[in-house]
Structure formats: C-alpha cells, structure tokens
Nanobody, 124 residues
Framework: QVQLVESGGGLVQAGASLRLSCAASGRTFSNYVMGWFRQAPGKERVFVAAISRNGFRQYYADSVKGRFTISRDNAKNTVSLQMNSLKPEDTAVYYC?????????????????WGQGTQVTVSS
C-alpha cells in the first residue's frame, strides 16, 4: 500500500506559477512510476505528466509541454509538478498517482494508488 498526499494548490492569476508536491509513504517509493492527472468540473480525469522510477524519463501531455515540469526526489519520497505560465484552462483538481509498472502510462486505470487531490484555480 502507498499513501499519497498532495499539497501546493491554490488560486492564482493567469501567467503565474505554482508548485505542487506529493508526499508518499508506505512501500518503497522508488519502485513506482509517478504521474500527475487533473480533473476539471464535469470532465474526465486526464493525464498531465509522468516520471520514471529513477527520474531519468518524463512524459507530458501536449497541453502542458514546455510549461510544466515533473520531478521526483526518491530520498524524500516526493514528486513535484512545477507549473509555469498557468492558463485558466489549467483549472482543475490535480492528483498524483503511483504505478507499479515500468512504462510511463497516460491511462489512469494503469495507476494503482491515488492521492486525494489538490485544487488549482487560475483566474483570467
């Protein structure tokens, strides 16, 4: 079992930056691919970014490529999402998730553990 707790959400204006963090506890953190997903009101949960177990590989949704950066610190059991140049369409609840597999999946059903989410609201 892995427990995930997100933090760092908030209300910002368009163009601002936010950094989300996800703290993991339980099983060995470095054994998991980590991902970030988001869900806007009335919409499905969608992939944002993923990072490999050792942090060497990252993959991003086209909508955030060049603006968001995913990183992890296996010594601290944390994964982060640095979000720059935020847009109103980035408004959503952001979730971190852990996957016991090895690929950088963009599919939510691949992930085994989820946090409770943190709200990000970007005003225009």
């Amino acid at each position: 079992q892995v427990q995930l707790v997100e933090s760092g959400g908030g209300l910002v204006q368009a163009g601002a930056s936010l950094r989300l963090s996800c703290a993991a506890s339980g099983r060995t953190f470095s054994n998991y691919v980590m991902g970030w997903f988001r869900q806007a009101p009335g919409k499905e949960r969608v992939f944002v970014a993923a990072i490999s177990r050792n942090g060497f590989r990252q993959y991003y949704a086209d909508s955030v490529k060049g603006r968001f950066t995913i990183s992890r610190d296996n010594a601290k059991n944390t994964v982060s999402l640095q979000m720059n140049s935020l847009k109103p369409e980035d408004t959503a609840v952001y979730y971190c998730a852990a996957d016991r597999g090895v690929g950088l999946s963009t599919t939510s059903t691949t992930y085994d553990y989820w946090g409770q989410g943190t709200q990000v609201t970007v005003s225009s």
